[in-house]
């Protein structure tokens, strides 16, 4: 396989392509690069690409009838987003914005479509991702809306450990820097309620600051002071592949 298109063979849906196929989707591709905190999308703007997140961070939300943000989820380096231009034309439904600098692929939608024609794989993760997706939403949405503001802010720590949780002597270190605002801004809250809370669990011993970063000294006991399971720590994590040296993105 050509090292120019190494972008798509990073994300796990395209990994079983033949080299005919992914040539076909990356001709067909664009690529932009975006600035820390830019706009990718908006509910606005026509619902007719999947987009591939090669490097950066994303966040997906709505907003409330108020005006603060109600995350939906955060999209990490090979992973797809924008998924709904493969099932249904019209405007986006959320939000996405960039947390840090970011690389984005603009794949069309019917191209993703064709590709699910002729692979049966890609489109059983296709189906999959959309449910796993949708179904984290609707728990996302949930607990924003019934919970306190510790709840949602102990639920949030929660969910951060089992996509990002790394096993250190302390307890289980958050592998993601966020600060009070942010927090703030994806449980709906705000920054002085947020580092009250913080302020809280870390005298109570149930959570270490250093900085941006987070350890969560008992994962087992604070799942259990909100009443839900306490989540997996993986070991290992996906590692996306590198950009080969002096290649570029199709333009």
Known sequence: MDDKFWYLKSCDLFERLDKEQVSRLESRSTSRIFQRNSLVYVPTDENDSVLLLVS?????????????????????????????????????????????????VHIPGNE????????????????????????????????????????????LLLELVEKYGQQTPDGVLIGLKLSHQDLASIIGSTRETVTVVLGELEVEGRLIKNGRRFVLTNVDRLAESIEVDPPQVVTTKKVVKERPKRTRLPT
């Open 112 to 155: 993703v479509q064709r590709l699910m024609s002729e692979h049966p794989t890609v489109s059983l993760e296709m189906t999959r991702l959309m449910g796993l997706r949708r179904k984290g939403y609707e728990r996302r949405l949930k607990s924003l809306l019934f919970r306190s503001n510790r709840e949602k802010l102990v639920h």
């Open 56 to 104: 950066g961070r994303v966040k997906i939300y709505h907003v409330t009838g108020d005006g603060k943000q109600a995350l939906l989820t955060i999209i990490d380096p090979g992973e797809l987003f924008g998924e709904l231009a493969v099932f249904s034309e019209g405007r986006r439904d959320e939000f996405a914005e960039t947390m840090e600098a970011s690389t984005i």
